[in-house]
């Protein structure tokens, strides 16, 4: 049986096998790893991709026992499946795990992921707060782009700076001191890619996934999941049941992240296990860049408009807000 499912521009194709498993050798495989040619059932797959996960926490220190998670839950996939993998890392220590969920205001689009996101909570016993741009900003996604002066300024830009300052206020104003994020493999790469192209190589350093405190109230930001393909994360959605959106951001085609995705599903196509050479790679460059530059200990100023953190006099969600409010 051949199942064809569309997520975020990539054909992803499943195959239903009747080959057993290579792990537990008892039941029928549902999945190949092409990279390492393992064949796995449903829940040798699933405990695979749990495993990976607890894995990537535990080598780079990422949770600690006394540490309030706020896991930034906006819908898809790669939220969803982080925050019932936390759930279940986590225990039963409820007051340790929160959902926030950022509400741009991109009409047509966003209010179905908001429901997604409140029945899932619901479905697990996980609190999910919510703040949106508007409350926030005084202007929704969809105004910003409307009001914005040049095409030149990215919607990913915009909205990239808006949600990182509305996923903080919200995770401090629950209390949380460590924000964890639901960036997969794919994306640590082509975030990498992104950095290089623009000439960024300070930002490569801060990629590095060793948390550091930040910020007046000490925030921490964590990848739990920057070690799994973002294929894998698909697969253990369905397996497990995980409802998800898998509509696409209308403003999505601005960003040259999606070039860079299908570039690198074209070449793991060609030889599988690739995106694993390069985000070994990838992760020494980091490595290197964070230490050698002193990255982390470089002090920040305030921002003299709104007095948070900033590596310059104004920082850039005040900049953008400026710009477009003069536009308006």
Request: glycine share 6%.
């Amino acid at each position: 049986m051949l199942k064809t499912i569309k997520v975020q521009g990539s054909l992803t194709i499943f195959i239903q096998m009747t080959k057993l498993c290579i792990k537990c050798k008892k039941n029928n495989a549902i999945y190949l790893r092409k990279y390492s040619g393992e064949l796995m059932c449903k829940k040798c797959f699933i405990r695979s991709v749990e495993h990976k996960a607890k894995k990537t926490i535990s080598k780079f220190s990422m949770i600690r026992h006394a540490d309030r998670v706020a896991v930034a839950v906006s819908g898809g996939k790669d939220s969803l499946v982080l925050l019932n993998i936390l759930k279940n890392v986590l225990g039963e220590v409820n007051s340790r795990l929160i959902a926030i969920t950022v509400d741009e205001g991109i009409k047509g689009y966003r209010d179905e992921s908001l429901s997604i996101v409140r029945n899932f909570c619901s479905s697990i016993g996980v609190e999910n707060r919510v703040v949106s741009y508007t409350d926030l900003f005084g202007l929704s996604m969809d105004k910003a782009m409307e009001s914005r002066p040049s095409e030149k300024i990215s919607s990913c830009s915009m909205c990239g700076t808006f949600r990182r300052r509305a996923i903080d206020v919200l995770a401090e104003s629950c209390e949380a001191n460590v924000i964890a994020t639901g960036h997969n493999l794919d994306d640590y790469i082509q975030t990498f890619l992104i950095n290089l192209f623009a000439g960024d190589i300070e930002r490569i350093g801060w990629t590095y996934p060793e948390p550091v405190e930040y910020g007046a109230s000490g925030l921490k930001k964590i990848k739990p999941l920057m070690e799994i393909y973002e294929k894998e994360l698909v697969i253990y959605a369905i397996q497990m049941n995980i409802p998800f959106q898998a509509e696409e951001c209308p403003y999505k085609d601005e960003s040259i992240r999606s070039a860079f995705r299908s570039h690198l599903n074209n070449l793991e196509n060609i030889h599988p296990g690739i995106k694993y050479n390069a985000y070994n790679s990838i992760l020494k460059i980091a490595k290197k860049i964070k230490y050698t530059n002193d990255v982390i200990n470089r002090e920040h100023s305030r921002c003299s408009v709104c007095n948070r953190e900033s590596s310059g006099d104004i920082c850039s969600v005040c900049r953008t807000l400026n710009m477009l409010v003069k536009k308006i």
